[in-house]
């Protein structure tokens, strides 16, 4: 039973442990972050779960809508550290969280420490019931938790030196700049045609300049700044085509369907990738995304699509569309430590899309795989994005432009 005296001591020694990986694995750099989770007790939020759980570097789902799909959580605590390094707040700082639950608030709140000032704002009033709840008993009263539209962020403790938005956001609302001082940061997971990176962003001229992005996934926005994505079921749930931008015309979802019945066109790339702890390769998928041409993002339940469609990712994966056909990245084991990239395309522009995905493959390996990666703006609506002088994707929302914008590679290798 939570609250136990056994259970305190398993908490301690679980939270003890917790820090230490989050330090061993460079998610916490700073003493304060360190001492903030080390002190702040995660299973008093993460009630319904065993200490384990609670203090696993793992997402806690506490809350499903209708369809059975998550709606809240108390994310990871590797992606909680990281976005409070990003965030950096100074003692005695202002900072609102977007997306309660209640932890991430006590975290943020024991690093700006009593002189500072914690807003937490969420859209379900069950979460925002909760999160006070473990708010009161962590010890953490003075965050105030707003129960609203986070899209509106909480003018009356305004200007934040930091905002947090910790749910997956299409664009960034006026209301999180007019909020943030002039030399605030915001740390946002925002989705570019369906791949979410966690950007933070900070003042630039007239627009936002992105200084780190990381894939990340989060539950995505409610309220007035949803904007849905159109969702291609190919079989049932257990292949999903997602389109998220509104270039994207014309594709067929019968058609798309259909396609599952042609034979599967395989191509495989030279380009591999040796497979150790922290090997990255988030930026192809970027790369692919940034394609001035119809994309959208697979998921499958890889039990049920196996052998049928086998995507290099199963949740978020890279594909190359056209009317009626699609090809998605894919990637093979060669031996213990080296994999492969390819493709797997199905429909009559296979062997087009399959061949465009290696190109493209290459391209990336040959310019951008170890270089810095793609500059990322967000232009608001009124100001605008300058010519690129590399490849360049615009991304056109209700309030802003997002732009990857990418080195200007020269002539190949
Ligand atoms: C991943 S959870 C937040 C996790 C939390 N920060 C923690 O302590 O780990 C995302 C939350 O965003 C909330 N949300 C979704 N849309 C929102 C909106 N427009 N305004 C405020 N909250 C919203 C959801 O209800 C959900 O509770």
Not at 13 to 30: F, K, P, V, Y
Request: hydrophobic share 40%; aromatic share 6%; proline share 8%.
């Amino acid at each position: 039973m939570a609250g136990s005296a056994l259970d305190t001591v398993s908490a301690d020694e679980a939270r003890a442990r917790l820090a230490d990986q989050l330090l061993a694995g460079r998610w916490i750099t700073s003493p304060a972050v360190e001492a903030a989770f080390r002190r702040v007790p995660r299973h008093l939020f993460a009630t319904g779960v065993g200490i384990d759980a609670a203090y696993a570097d793992d997402v806690v789902i506490t809350r499903r809508g209708p369809d059975g799909r998550a709606t809240s959580s108390i994310s990871a605590p590797w992606l909680q550290a990281y976005m409070l390094e990003q965030a950096r707040p100074a003692p005695g700082a202002r900072v609102l969280e977007v997306g309660s639950g209640g932890y991430n608030a006590a975290l943020i709140a024991d690093v700006v420490g009593t002189d500072g000032t914690v807003v937490t704002v969420d859209i379900d009033a069950d979460v925002t019931d909760r999160a006070r709840t473990g708010l009161d008993r962590a010890g953490y009263r003075q965050v105030t938790v707003v129960h609203g539209d986070g899209e509106y962020a909480h003018p009356p403790a305004a200007p934040y030196d930091a905002i947090i938005v910790s749910v997956e956001t299409p664009d960034l609302p006026p209301a999180w700049l007019d909020q943030l001082t002039p030399a605030g940061v915001l740390i946002v997971p925002l989705r570019i045609r369906g791949m979410t990176r966690c950007l933070t962003l900070r003042r630039h001229e007239d627009h936002l300049l992105a200084t780190a992005a990381l894939q990340c996934g989060f539950v995505p926005m409610q309220g007035d700044g949803r904007q849905p994505t159109r969702r291609l079921a190919l079989r049932g749930d257990d292949i999903v085509v997602t389109l998220d931008d509104t270039t994207t015309t014309g594709v067929n979802p019968d058609a798309l369907a259909s396609a599952l019945h042609s034979p599967r066109r395989e191509a495989w790339s030279p380009v591999t990738i040796t497979m150790h702890e922290g090997s990255s390769f988030e930026s192809l998928h970027l790369w692919l995304a940034s394609q001035q041409r119809p994309f959208g993002t697979l998921a499958v339940d890889r039990e049920r699509a196996a052998g049928l469609v086998d995507p290099q990712d199963r949740f978020v994966c890279p594909t190359l569309l056209t009317a009626h056909s699609f090809a998605y990245l894919a990637i093979r084991k060669l031996d213990d430590t080296t994999w492969q990239f390819g493709t797997h395309g199905f429909g009559p522009d296979a062997d087009t899309l399959t061949t465009d995905m290696l190109n493209l493959i290459t391209v990336w390996d040959d310019h951008h795989r170890h270089g810095p990666g793609p500059t990322i703006t967000v232009h608001p609506t009124g100001t605008h994005p300058p010519t690129p002088d590399g490849p360049q994707l615009l991304v056109t929302r209700r309030h802003t432009t997002i732009t990857v914008t990418w080195p200007n590679s020269g002539e190949p290798r």
